[in-house]
């Protein structure tokens, strides 16, 4: 099993993807984390994560590099060959998406972080984002949303195909940013600073306009001596609201603090009395979840993803977007009252543990690998993800199982006619099967869908007839490029007519087992045979009186196990020119 995640910048990988590329190393699978170089890059090695650089990558707005980018990723999903591939927006969501799906790679997954456009933002910005992100999303098996907002939205206006879009919110490691009081605040803020009657309010987040900065730096300006402003974060030159070096030079001259990039983020929280995020847009506001989940109470801008966070009075308050006077007072009001700070705070500390779990966003991104493995007929990447482990049980096969059904079918029935139709053609055909009523198909299921199957009908040519009115348009076009091949539409005539041509033994029996395969990994077990076994004992294929099965003449195996269930020979026939196949009976029991 090999997983890769793509996001634009290493530190992306490092601080939030993590612990979902962890989880696949845990399993015993490869993790590979595909980003532009950085300094973070080792962090991810001594994980057993390997970094595969996309060099042209950057957070800035450059199309020429972005379709570098692009190209470096593709050759780097043509080599590597993952299993699945998870993107992250906004832009390896948009490439990597298409990327994944034209490189072939099995399962492709992106998590939407947020919405690049809100509703708030002018029609024409809405109106291109919401388009790519729609024809992005058609390339994927499914969409992680972090926000129930920006879900609301996608459901709303169709963005994602229907089924396909999942909640996924966003969590936090709680055991690390868990603060039970003692030494370690006293410690940290002796470090920093601070004095005991100091109310330190603490902002973590790059160094750009978009966070809020300018309003940050207004409203500590407005702020009393009591009031300490930390900043924590790093410069990010690439963006182009990169905050300038004279706003930043000018708050430092006021006595804002800046502590640059920091990795112990958990030691200064303890250092807090407030957080602030006065972002312009979120998605899912990491540092408010960790402030939240160290016991802090949170002043954040009324946005999607921090209405997330904080719920306004309860663990926090909510002030408007480029406000502030609304900044100030919000802060003044908890910090004046230690009260109100205890009580924001604790109630902050219950929400995270409630909401912010790290642990079950992980297992969220591990079971949506799972499902779509298991809808896409994947038997080996669902096991290794974790999923199985269960006793084999024999069931009805329902439409969900035609995928898993048809790639058993081509890799086990490679030599078939059928098989050379293609995977959408037995899709459609096993599709159709499933819903007929004179038409039984199970599975036998470990727990990740289907690892074997048998079909069979009442009524062969009744069938087969009503299949071509139903499907036998998508279906002809899903297999018109093979039937385009020298003698396709030959062989597919005489498939669908041999019932009506046939003479000799057997001839007036008008069931049949069409199929059966089981995954080699679970040969040898009997499963063939038990369901083989199950199919005869069906009411329908009783009722019939007799069921035949038609196999290659070269397929001893398969005669054998046929053999084995009660079938007896009757005949040979050629139902293609120069293939010779074998008709086997079998006749109910007879009730005295």
Not at 384 to 392: D, E, M, R, W
Request: proline share 5%.
């Amino acid at each position: 099993m090999k997983v890769a995640h793509v996001t634009t910048v290493d530190l992306s990988l490092r601080f939030l993807i993590l612990p979902q590329l962890r989880s696949i190393v845990e399993l015993g699978g490869e993790a590979l984390g595909i980003s532009a170089p950085g300094p973070w890059v080792e962090d991810l090695v001594v994980e057993g994560i390997r970094h595969l650089p996309l060099n042209a990558s950057t957070r800035g707005v450059a199309p020429l590099r972005d379709l570098n980018a692009a190209v470096e990723l593709w050759r780097t999903l043509r080599t590597e060959r993952p299993d699945i591939l998870h993107t992250h927006n906004p832009k390896p969501g948009l490439y990597g998406r298409i990327l994944g799906r034209l490189a072939g790679v099995p399962i492709v997954v992106n998590t939407v972080h947020g919405l690049y456009a809100t509703p708030d933002d002018r029609r024409a910005k809405r109106f291109v984002v919401y388009v790519l992100e729609a024809v992005a999303s058609r390339f994927s098996d499914a969409e992680l949303i972090q926000s129930s907002e920006d879900l609301g939205l996608i459901s709303k206006w169709r963005i994602a195909p229907a089924g396909r879009a999942r909640l996924l919110g966003n969590g936090v490691n709680l055991e690390r940013f868990r603060f039970e009081g003692g030494r370690g605040r006293a410690a940290m803020r002796a470090d920093l600073g601070l004095e005991p009657g100091q109310i330190a309010v603490g902002m973590v987040g790059r160094l750009v306009e978009e966070k809020g900065y300018p309003e940050l730096f207004e409203a500590a300006r407005q702020l009393d001596d009591r009031y300490v402003v930390l900043v924590i974060g790093p410069d990010d030159t690439s963006k182009g609201d990169s905050l300038p070096a004279e706003l930043v030079e000018g708050a430092r001259s006021e006595g804002v603090r800046f502590l640059g990039m920091r990795t112990d983020v958990d030691d200064l929280y303890r250092a807090l009395d407030i957080f602030v995020l006065p972002s312009h847009r979120e998605g899912f506001p990491r540092a408010a979840m960790e402030a939240a989940a160290s016991g802090l109470p949170v002043v954040a801008t009324d946005i999607r993803g921090c209405r997330e966070v904080v719920e306004d009075g309860v663990n926090g308050l909510l002030v408007p977007v480029r406000d502030p006077a609304s900044l100030t007072k919000a802060i003044q009001r908890i910090g004046d009252d230690p009260e109100l700070r205890a009580r924001m705070g604790t109630a902050g500390d219950e929400r995270a543990r409630r909401l912010f779990d790290e642990s079950a966003i992980v297992e969220t991104v591990l079971d949506t690998y799972r499902q779509v493995a298991i809808k896409k007929g994947l038997v080996r990447l669902a096991e290794a993800l974790g999923a199985g482990q269960k006793p084999v049980v024999i069931r009805r096969a329902g439409r969900s199982d035609a995928a898993g059904i048809s790639r058993l079918h081509m890799e086990n029935i490679s030599a078939g006619f059928l098989s050379s139709l293609g995977l959408g053609f037995l899709k459609r055909l096993y599709g159709a099967m499933i819903a007929w009523p004179q038409a039984v198909v199970l599975v036998a299921d470990a727990g990740a869908g289907p690892v074997g199957f048998v079909a069979g009908v009442a009524d062969t040519g009744a069938f087969y007839k009503h299949f071509i009115l139903r499907s036998g348009v998508p279906a002809g076009l899903a297999a018109l490029p093979r039937l385009l091949r020298s003698s396709g539409f030959r062989k597919a005539r005489e498939t669908l007519r041999y019932k009506d041509t046939e003479e000799g033994a057997g001839a007036e029996v008008e069931a049949e087992l069409l199929s059966m395969a089981v995954d080699p990994a679970f040969r040898g077990q009997g499963l063939g045979h038990r369901l083989g076994m199950e199919l005869l004992a069906e009411p329908l294929i009783v009722e019939a009186g007799a069921v035949k099965v038609v196999v290659g003449a070269s397929n001893s195996l398969a005669i054998a196990a046929y053999q084995k269930m009660g079938f007896v020979y009757a005949r040979s026939i050629e139902i293609h020119a120069a293939e010779t196949s074998r008709v086997l009976i079998w006749s109910a029991p007879s009730v005295s």
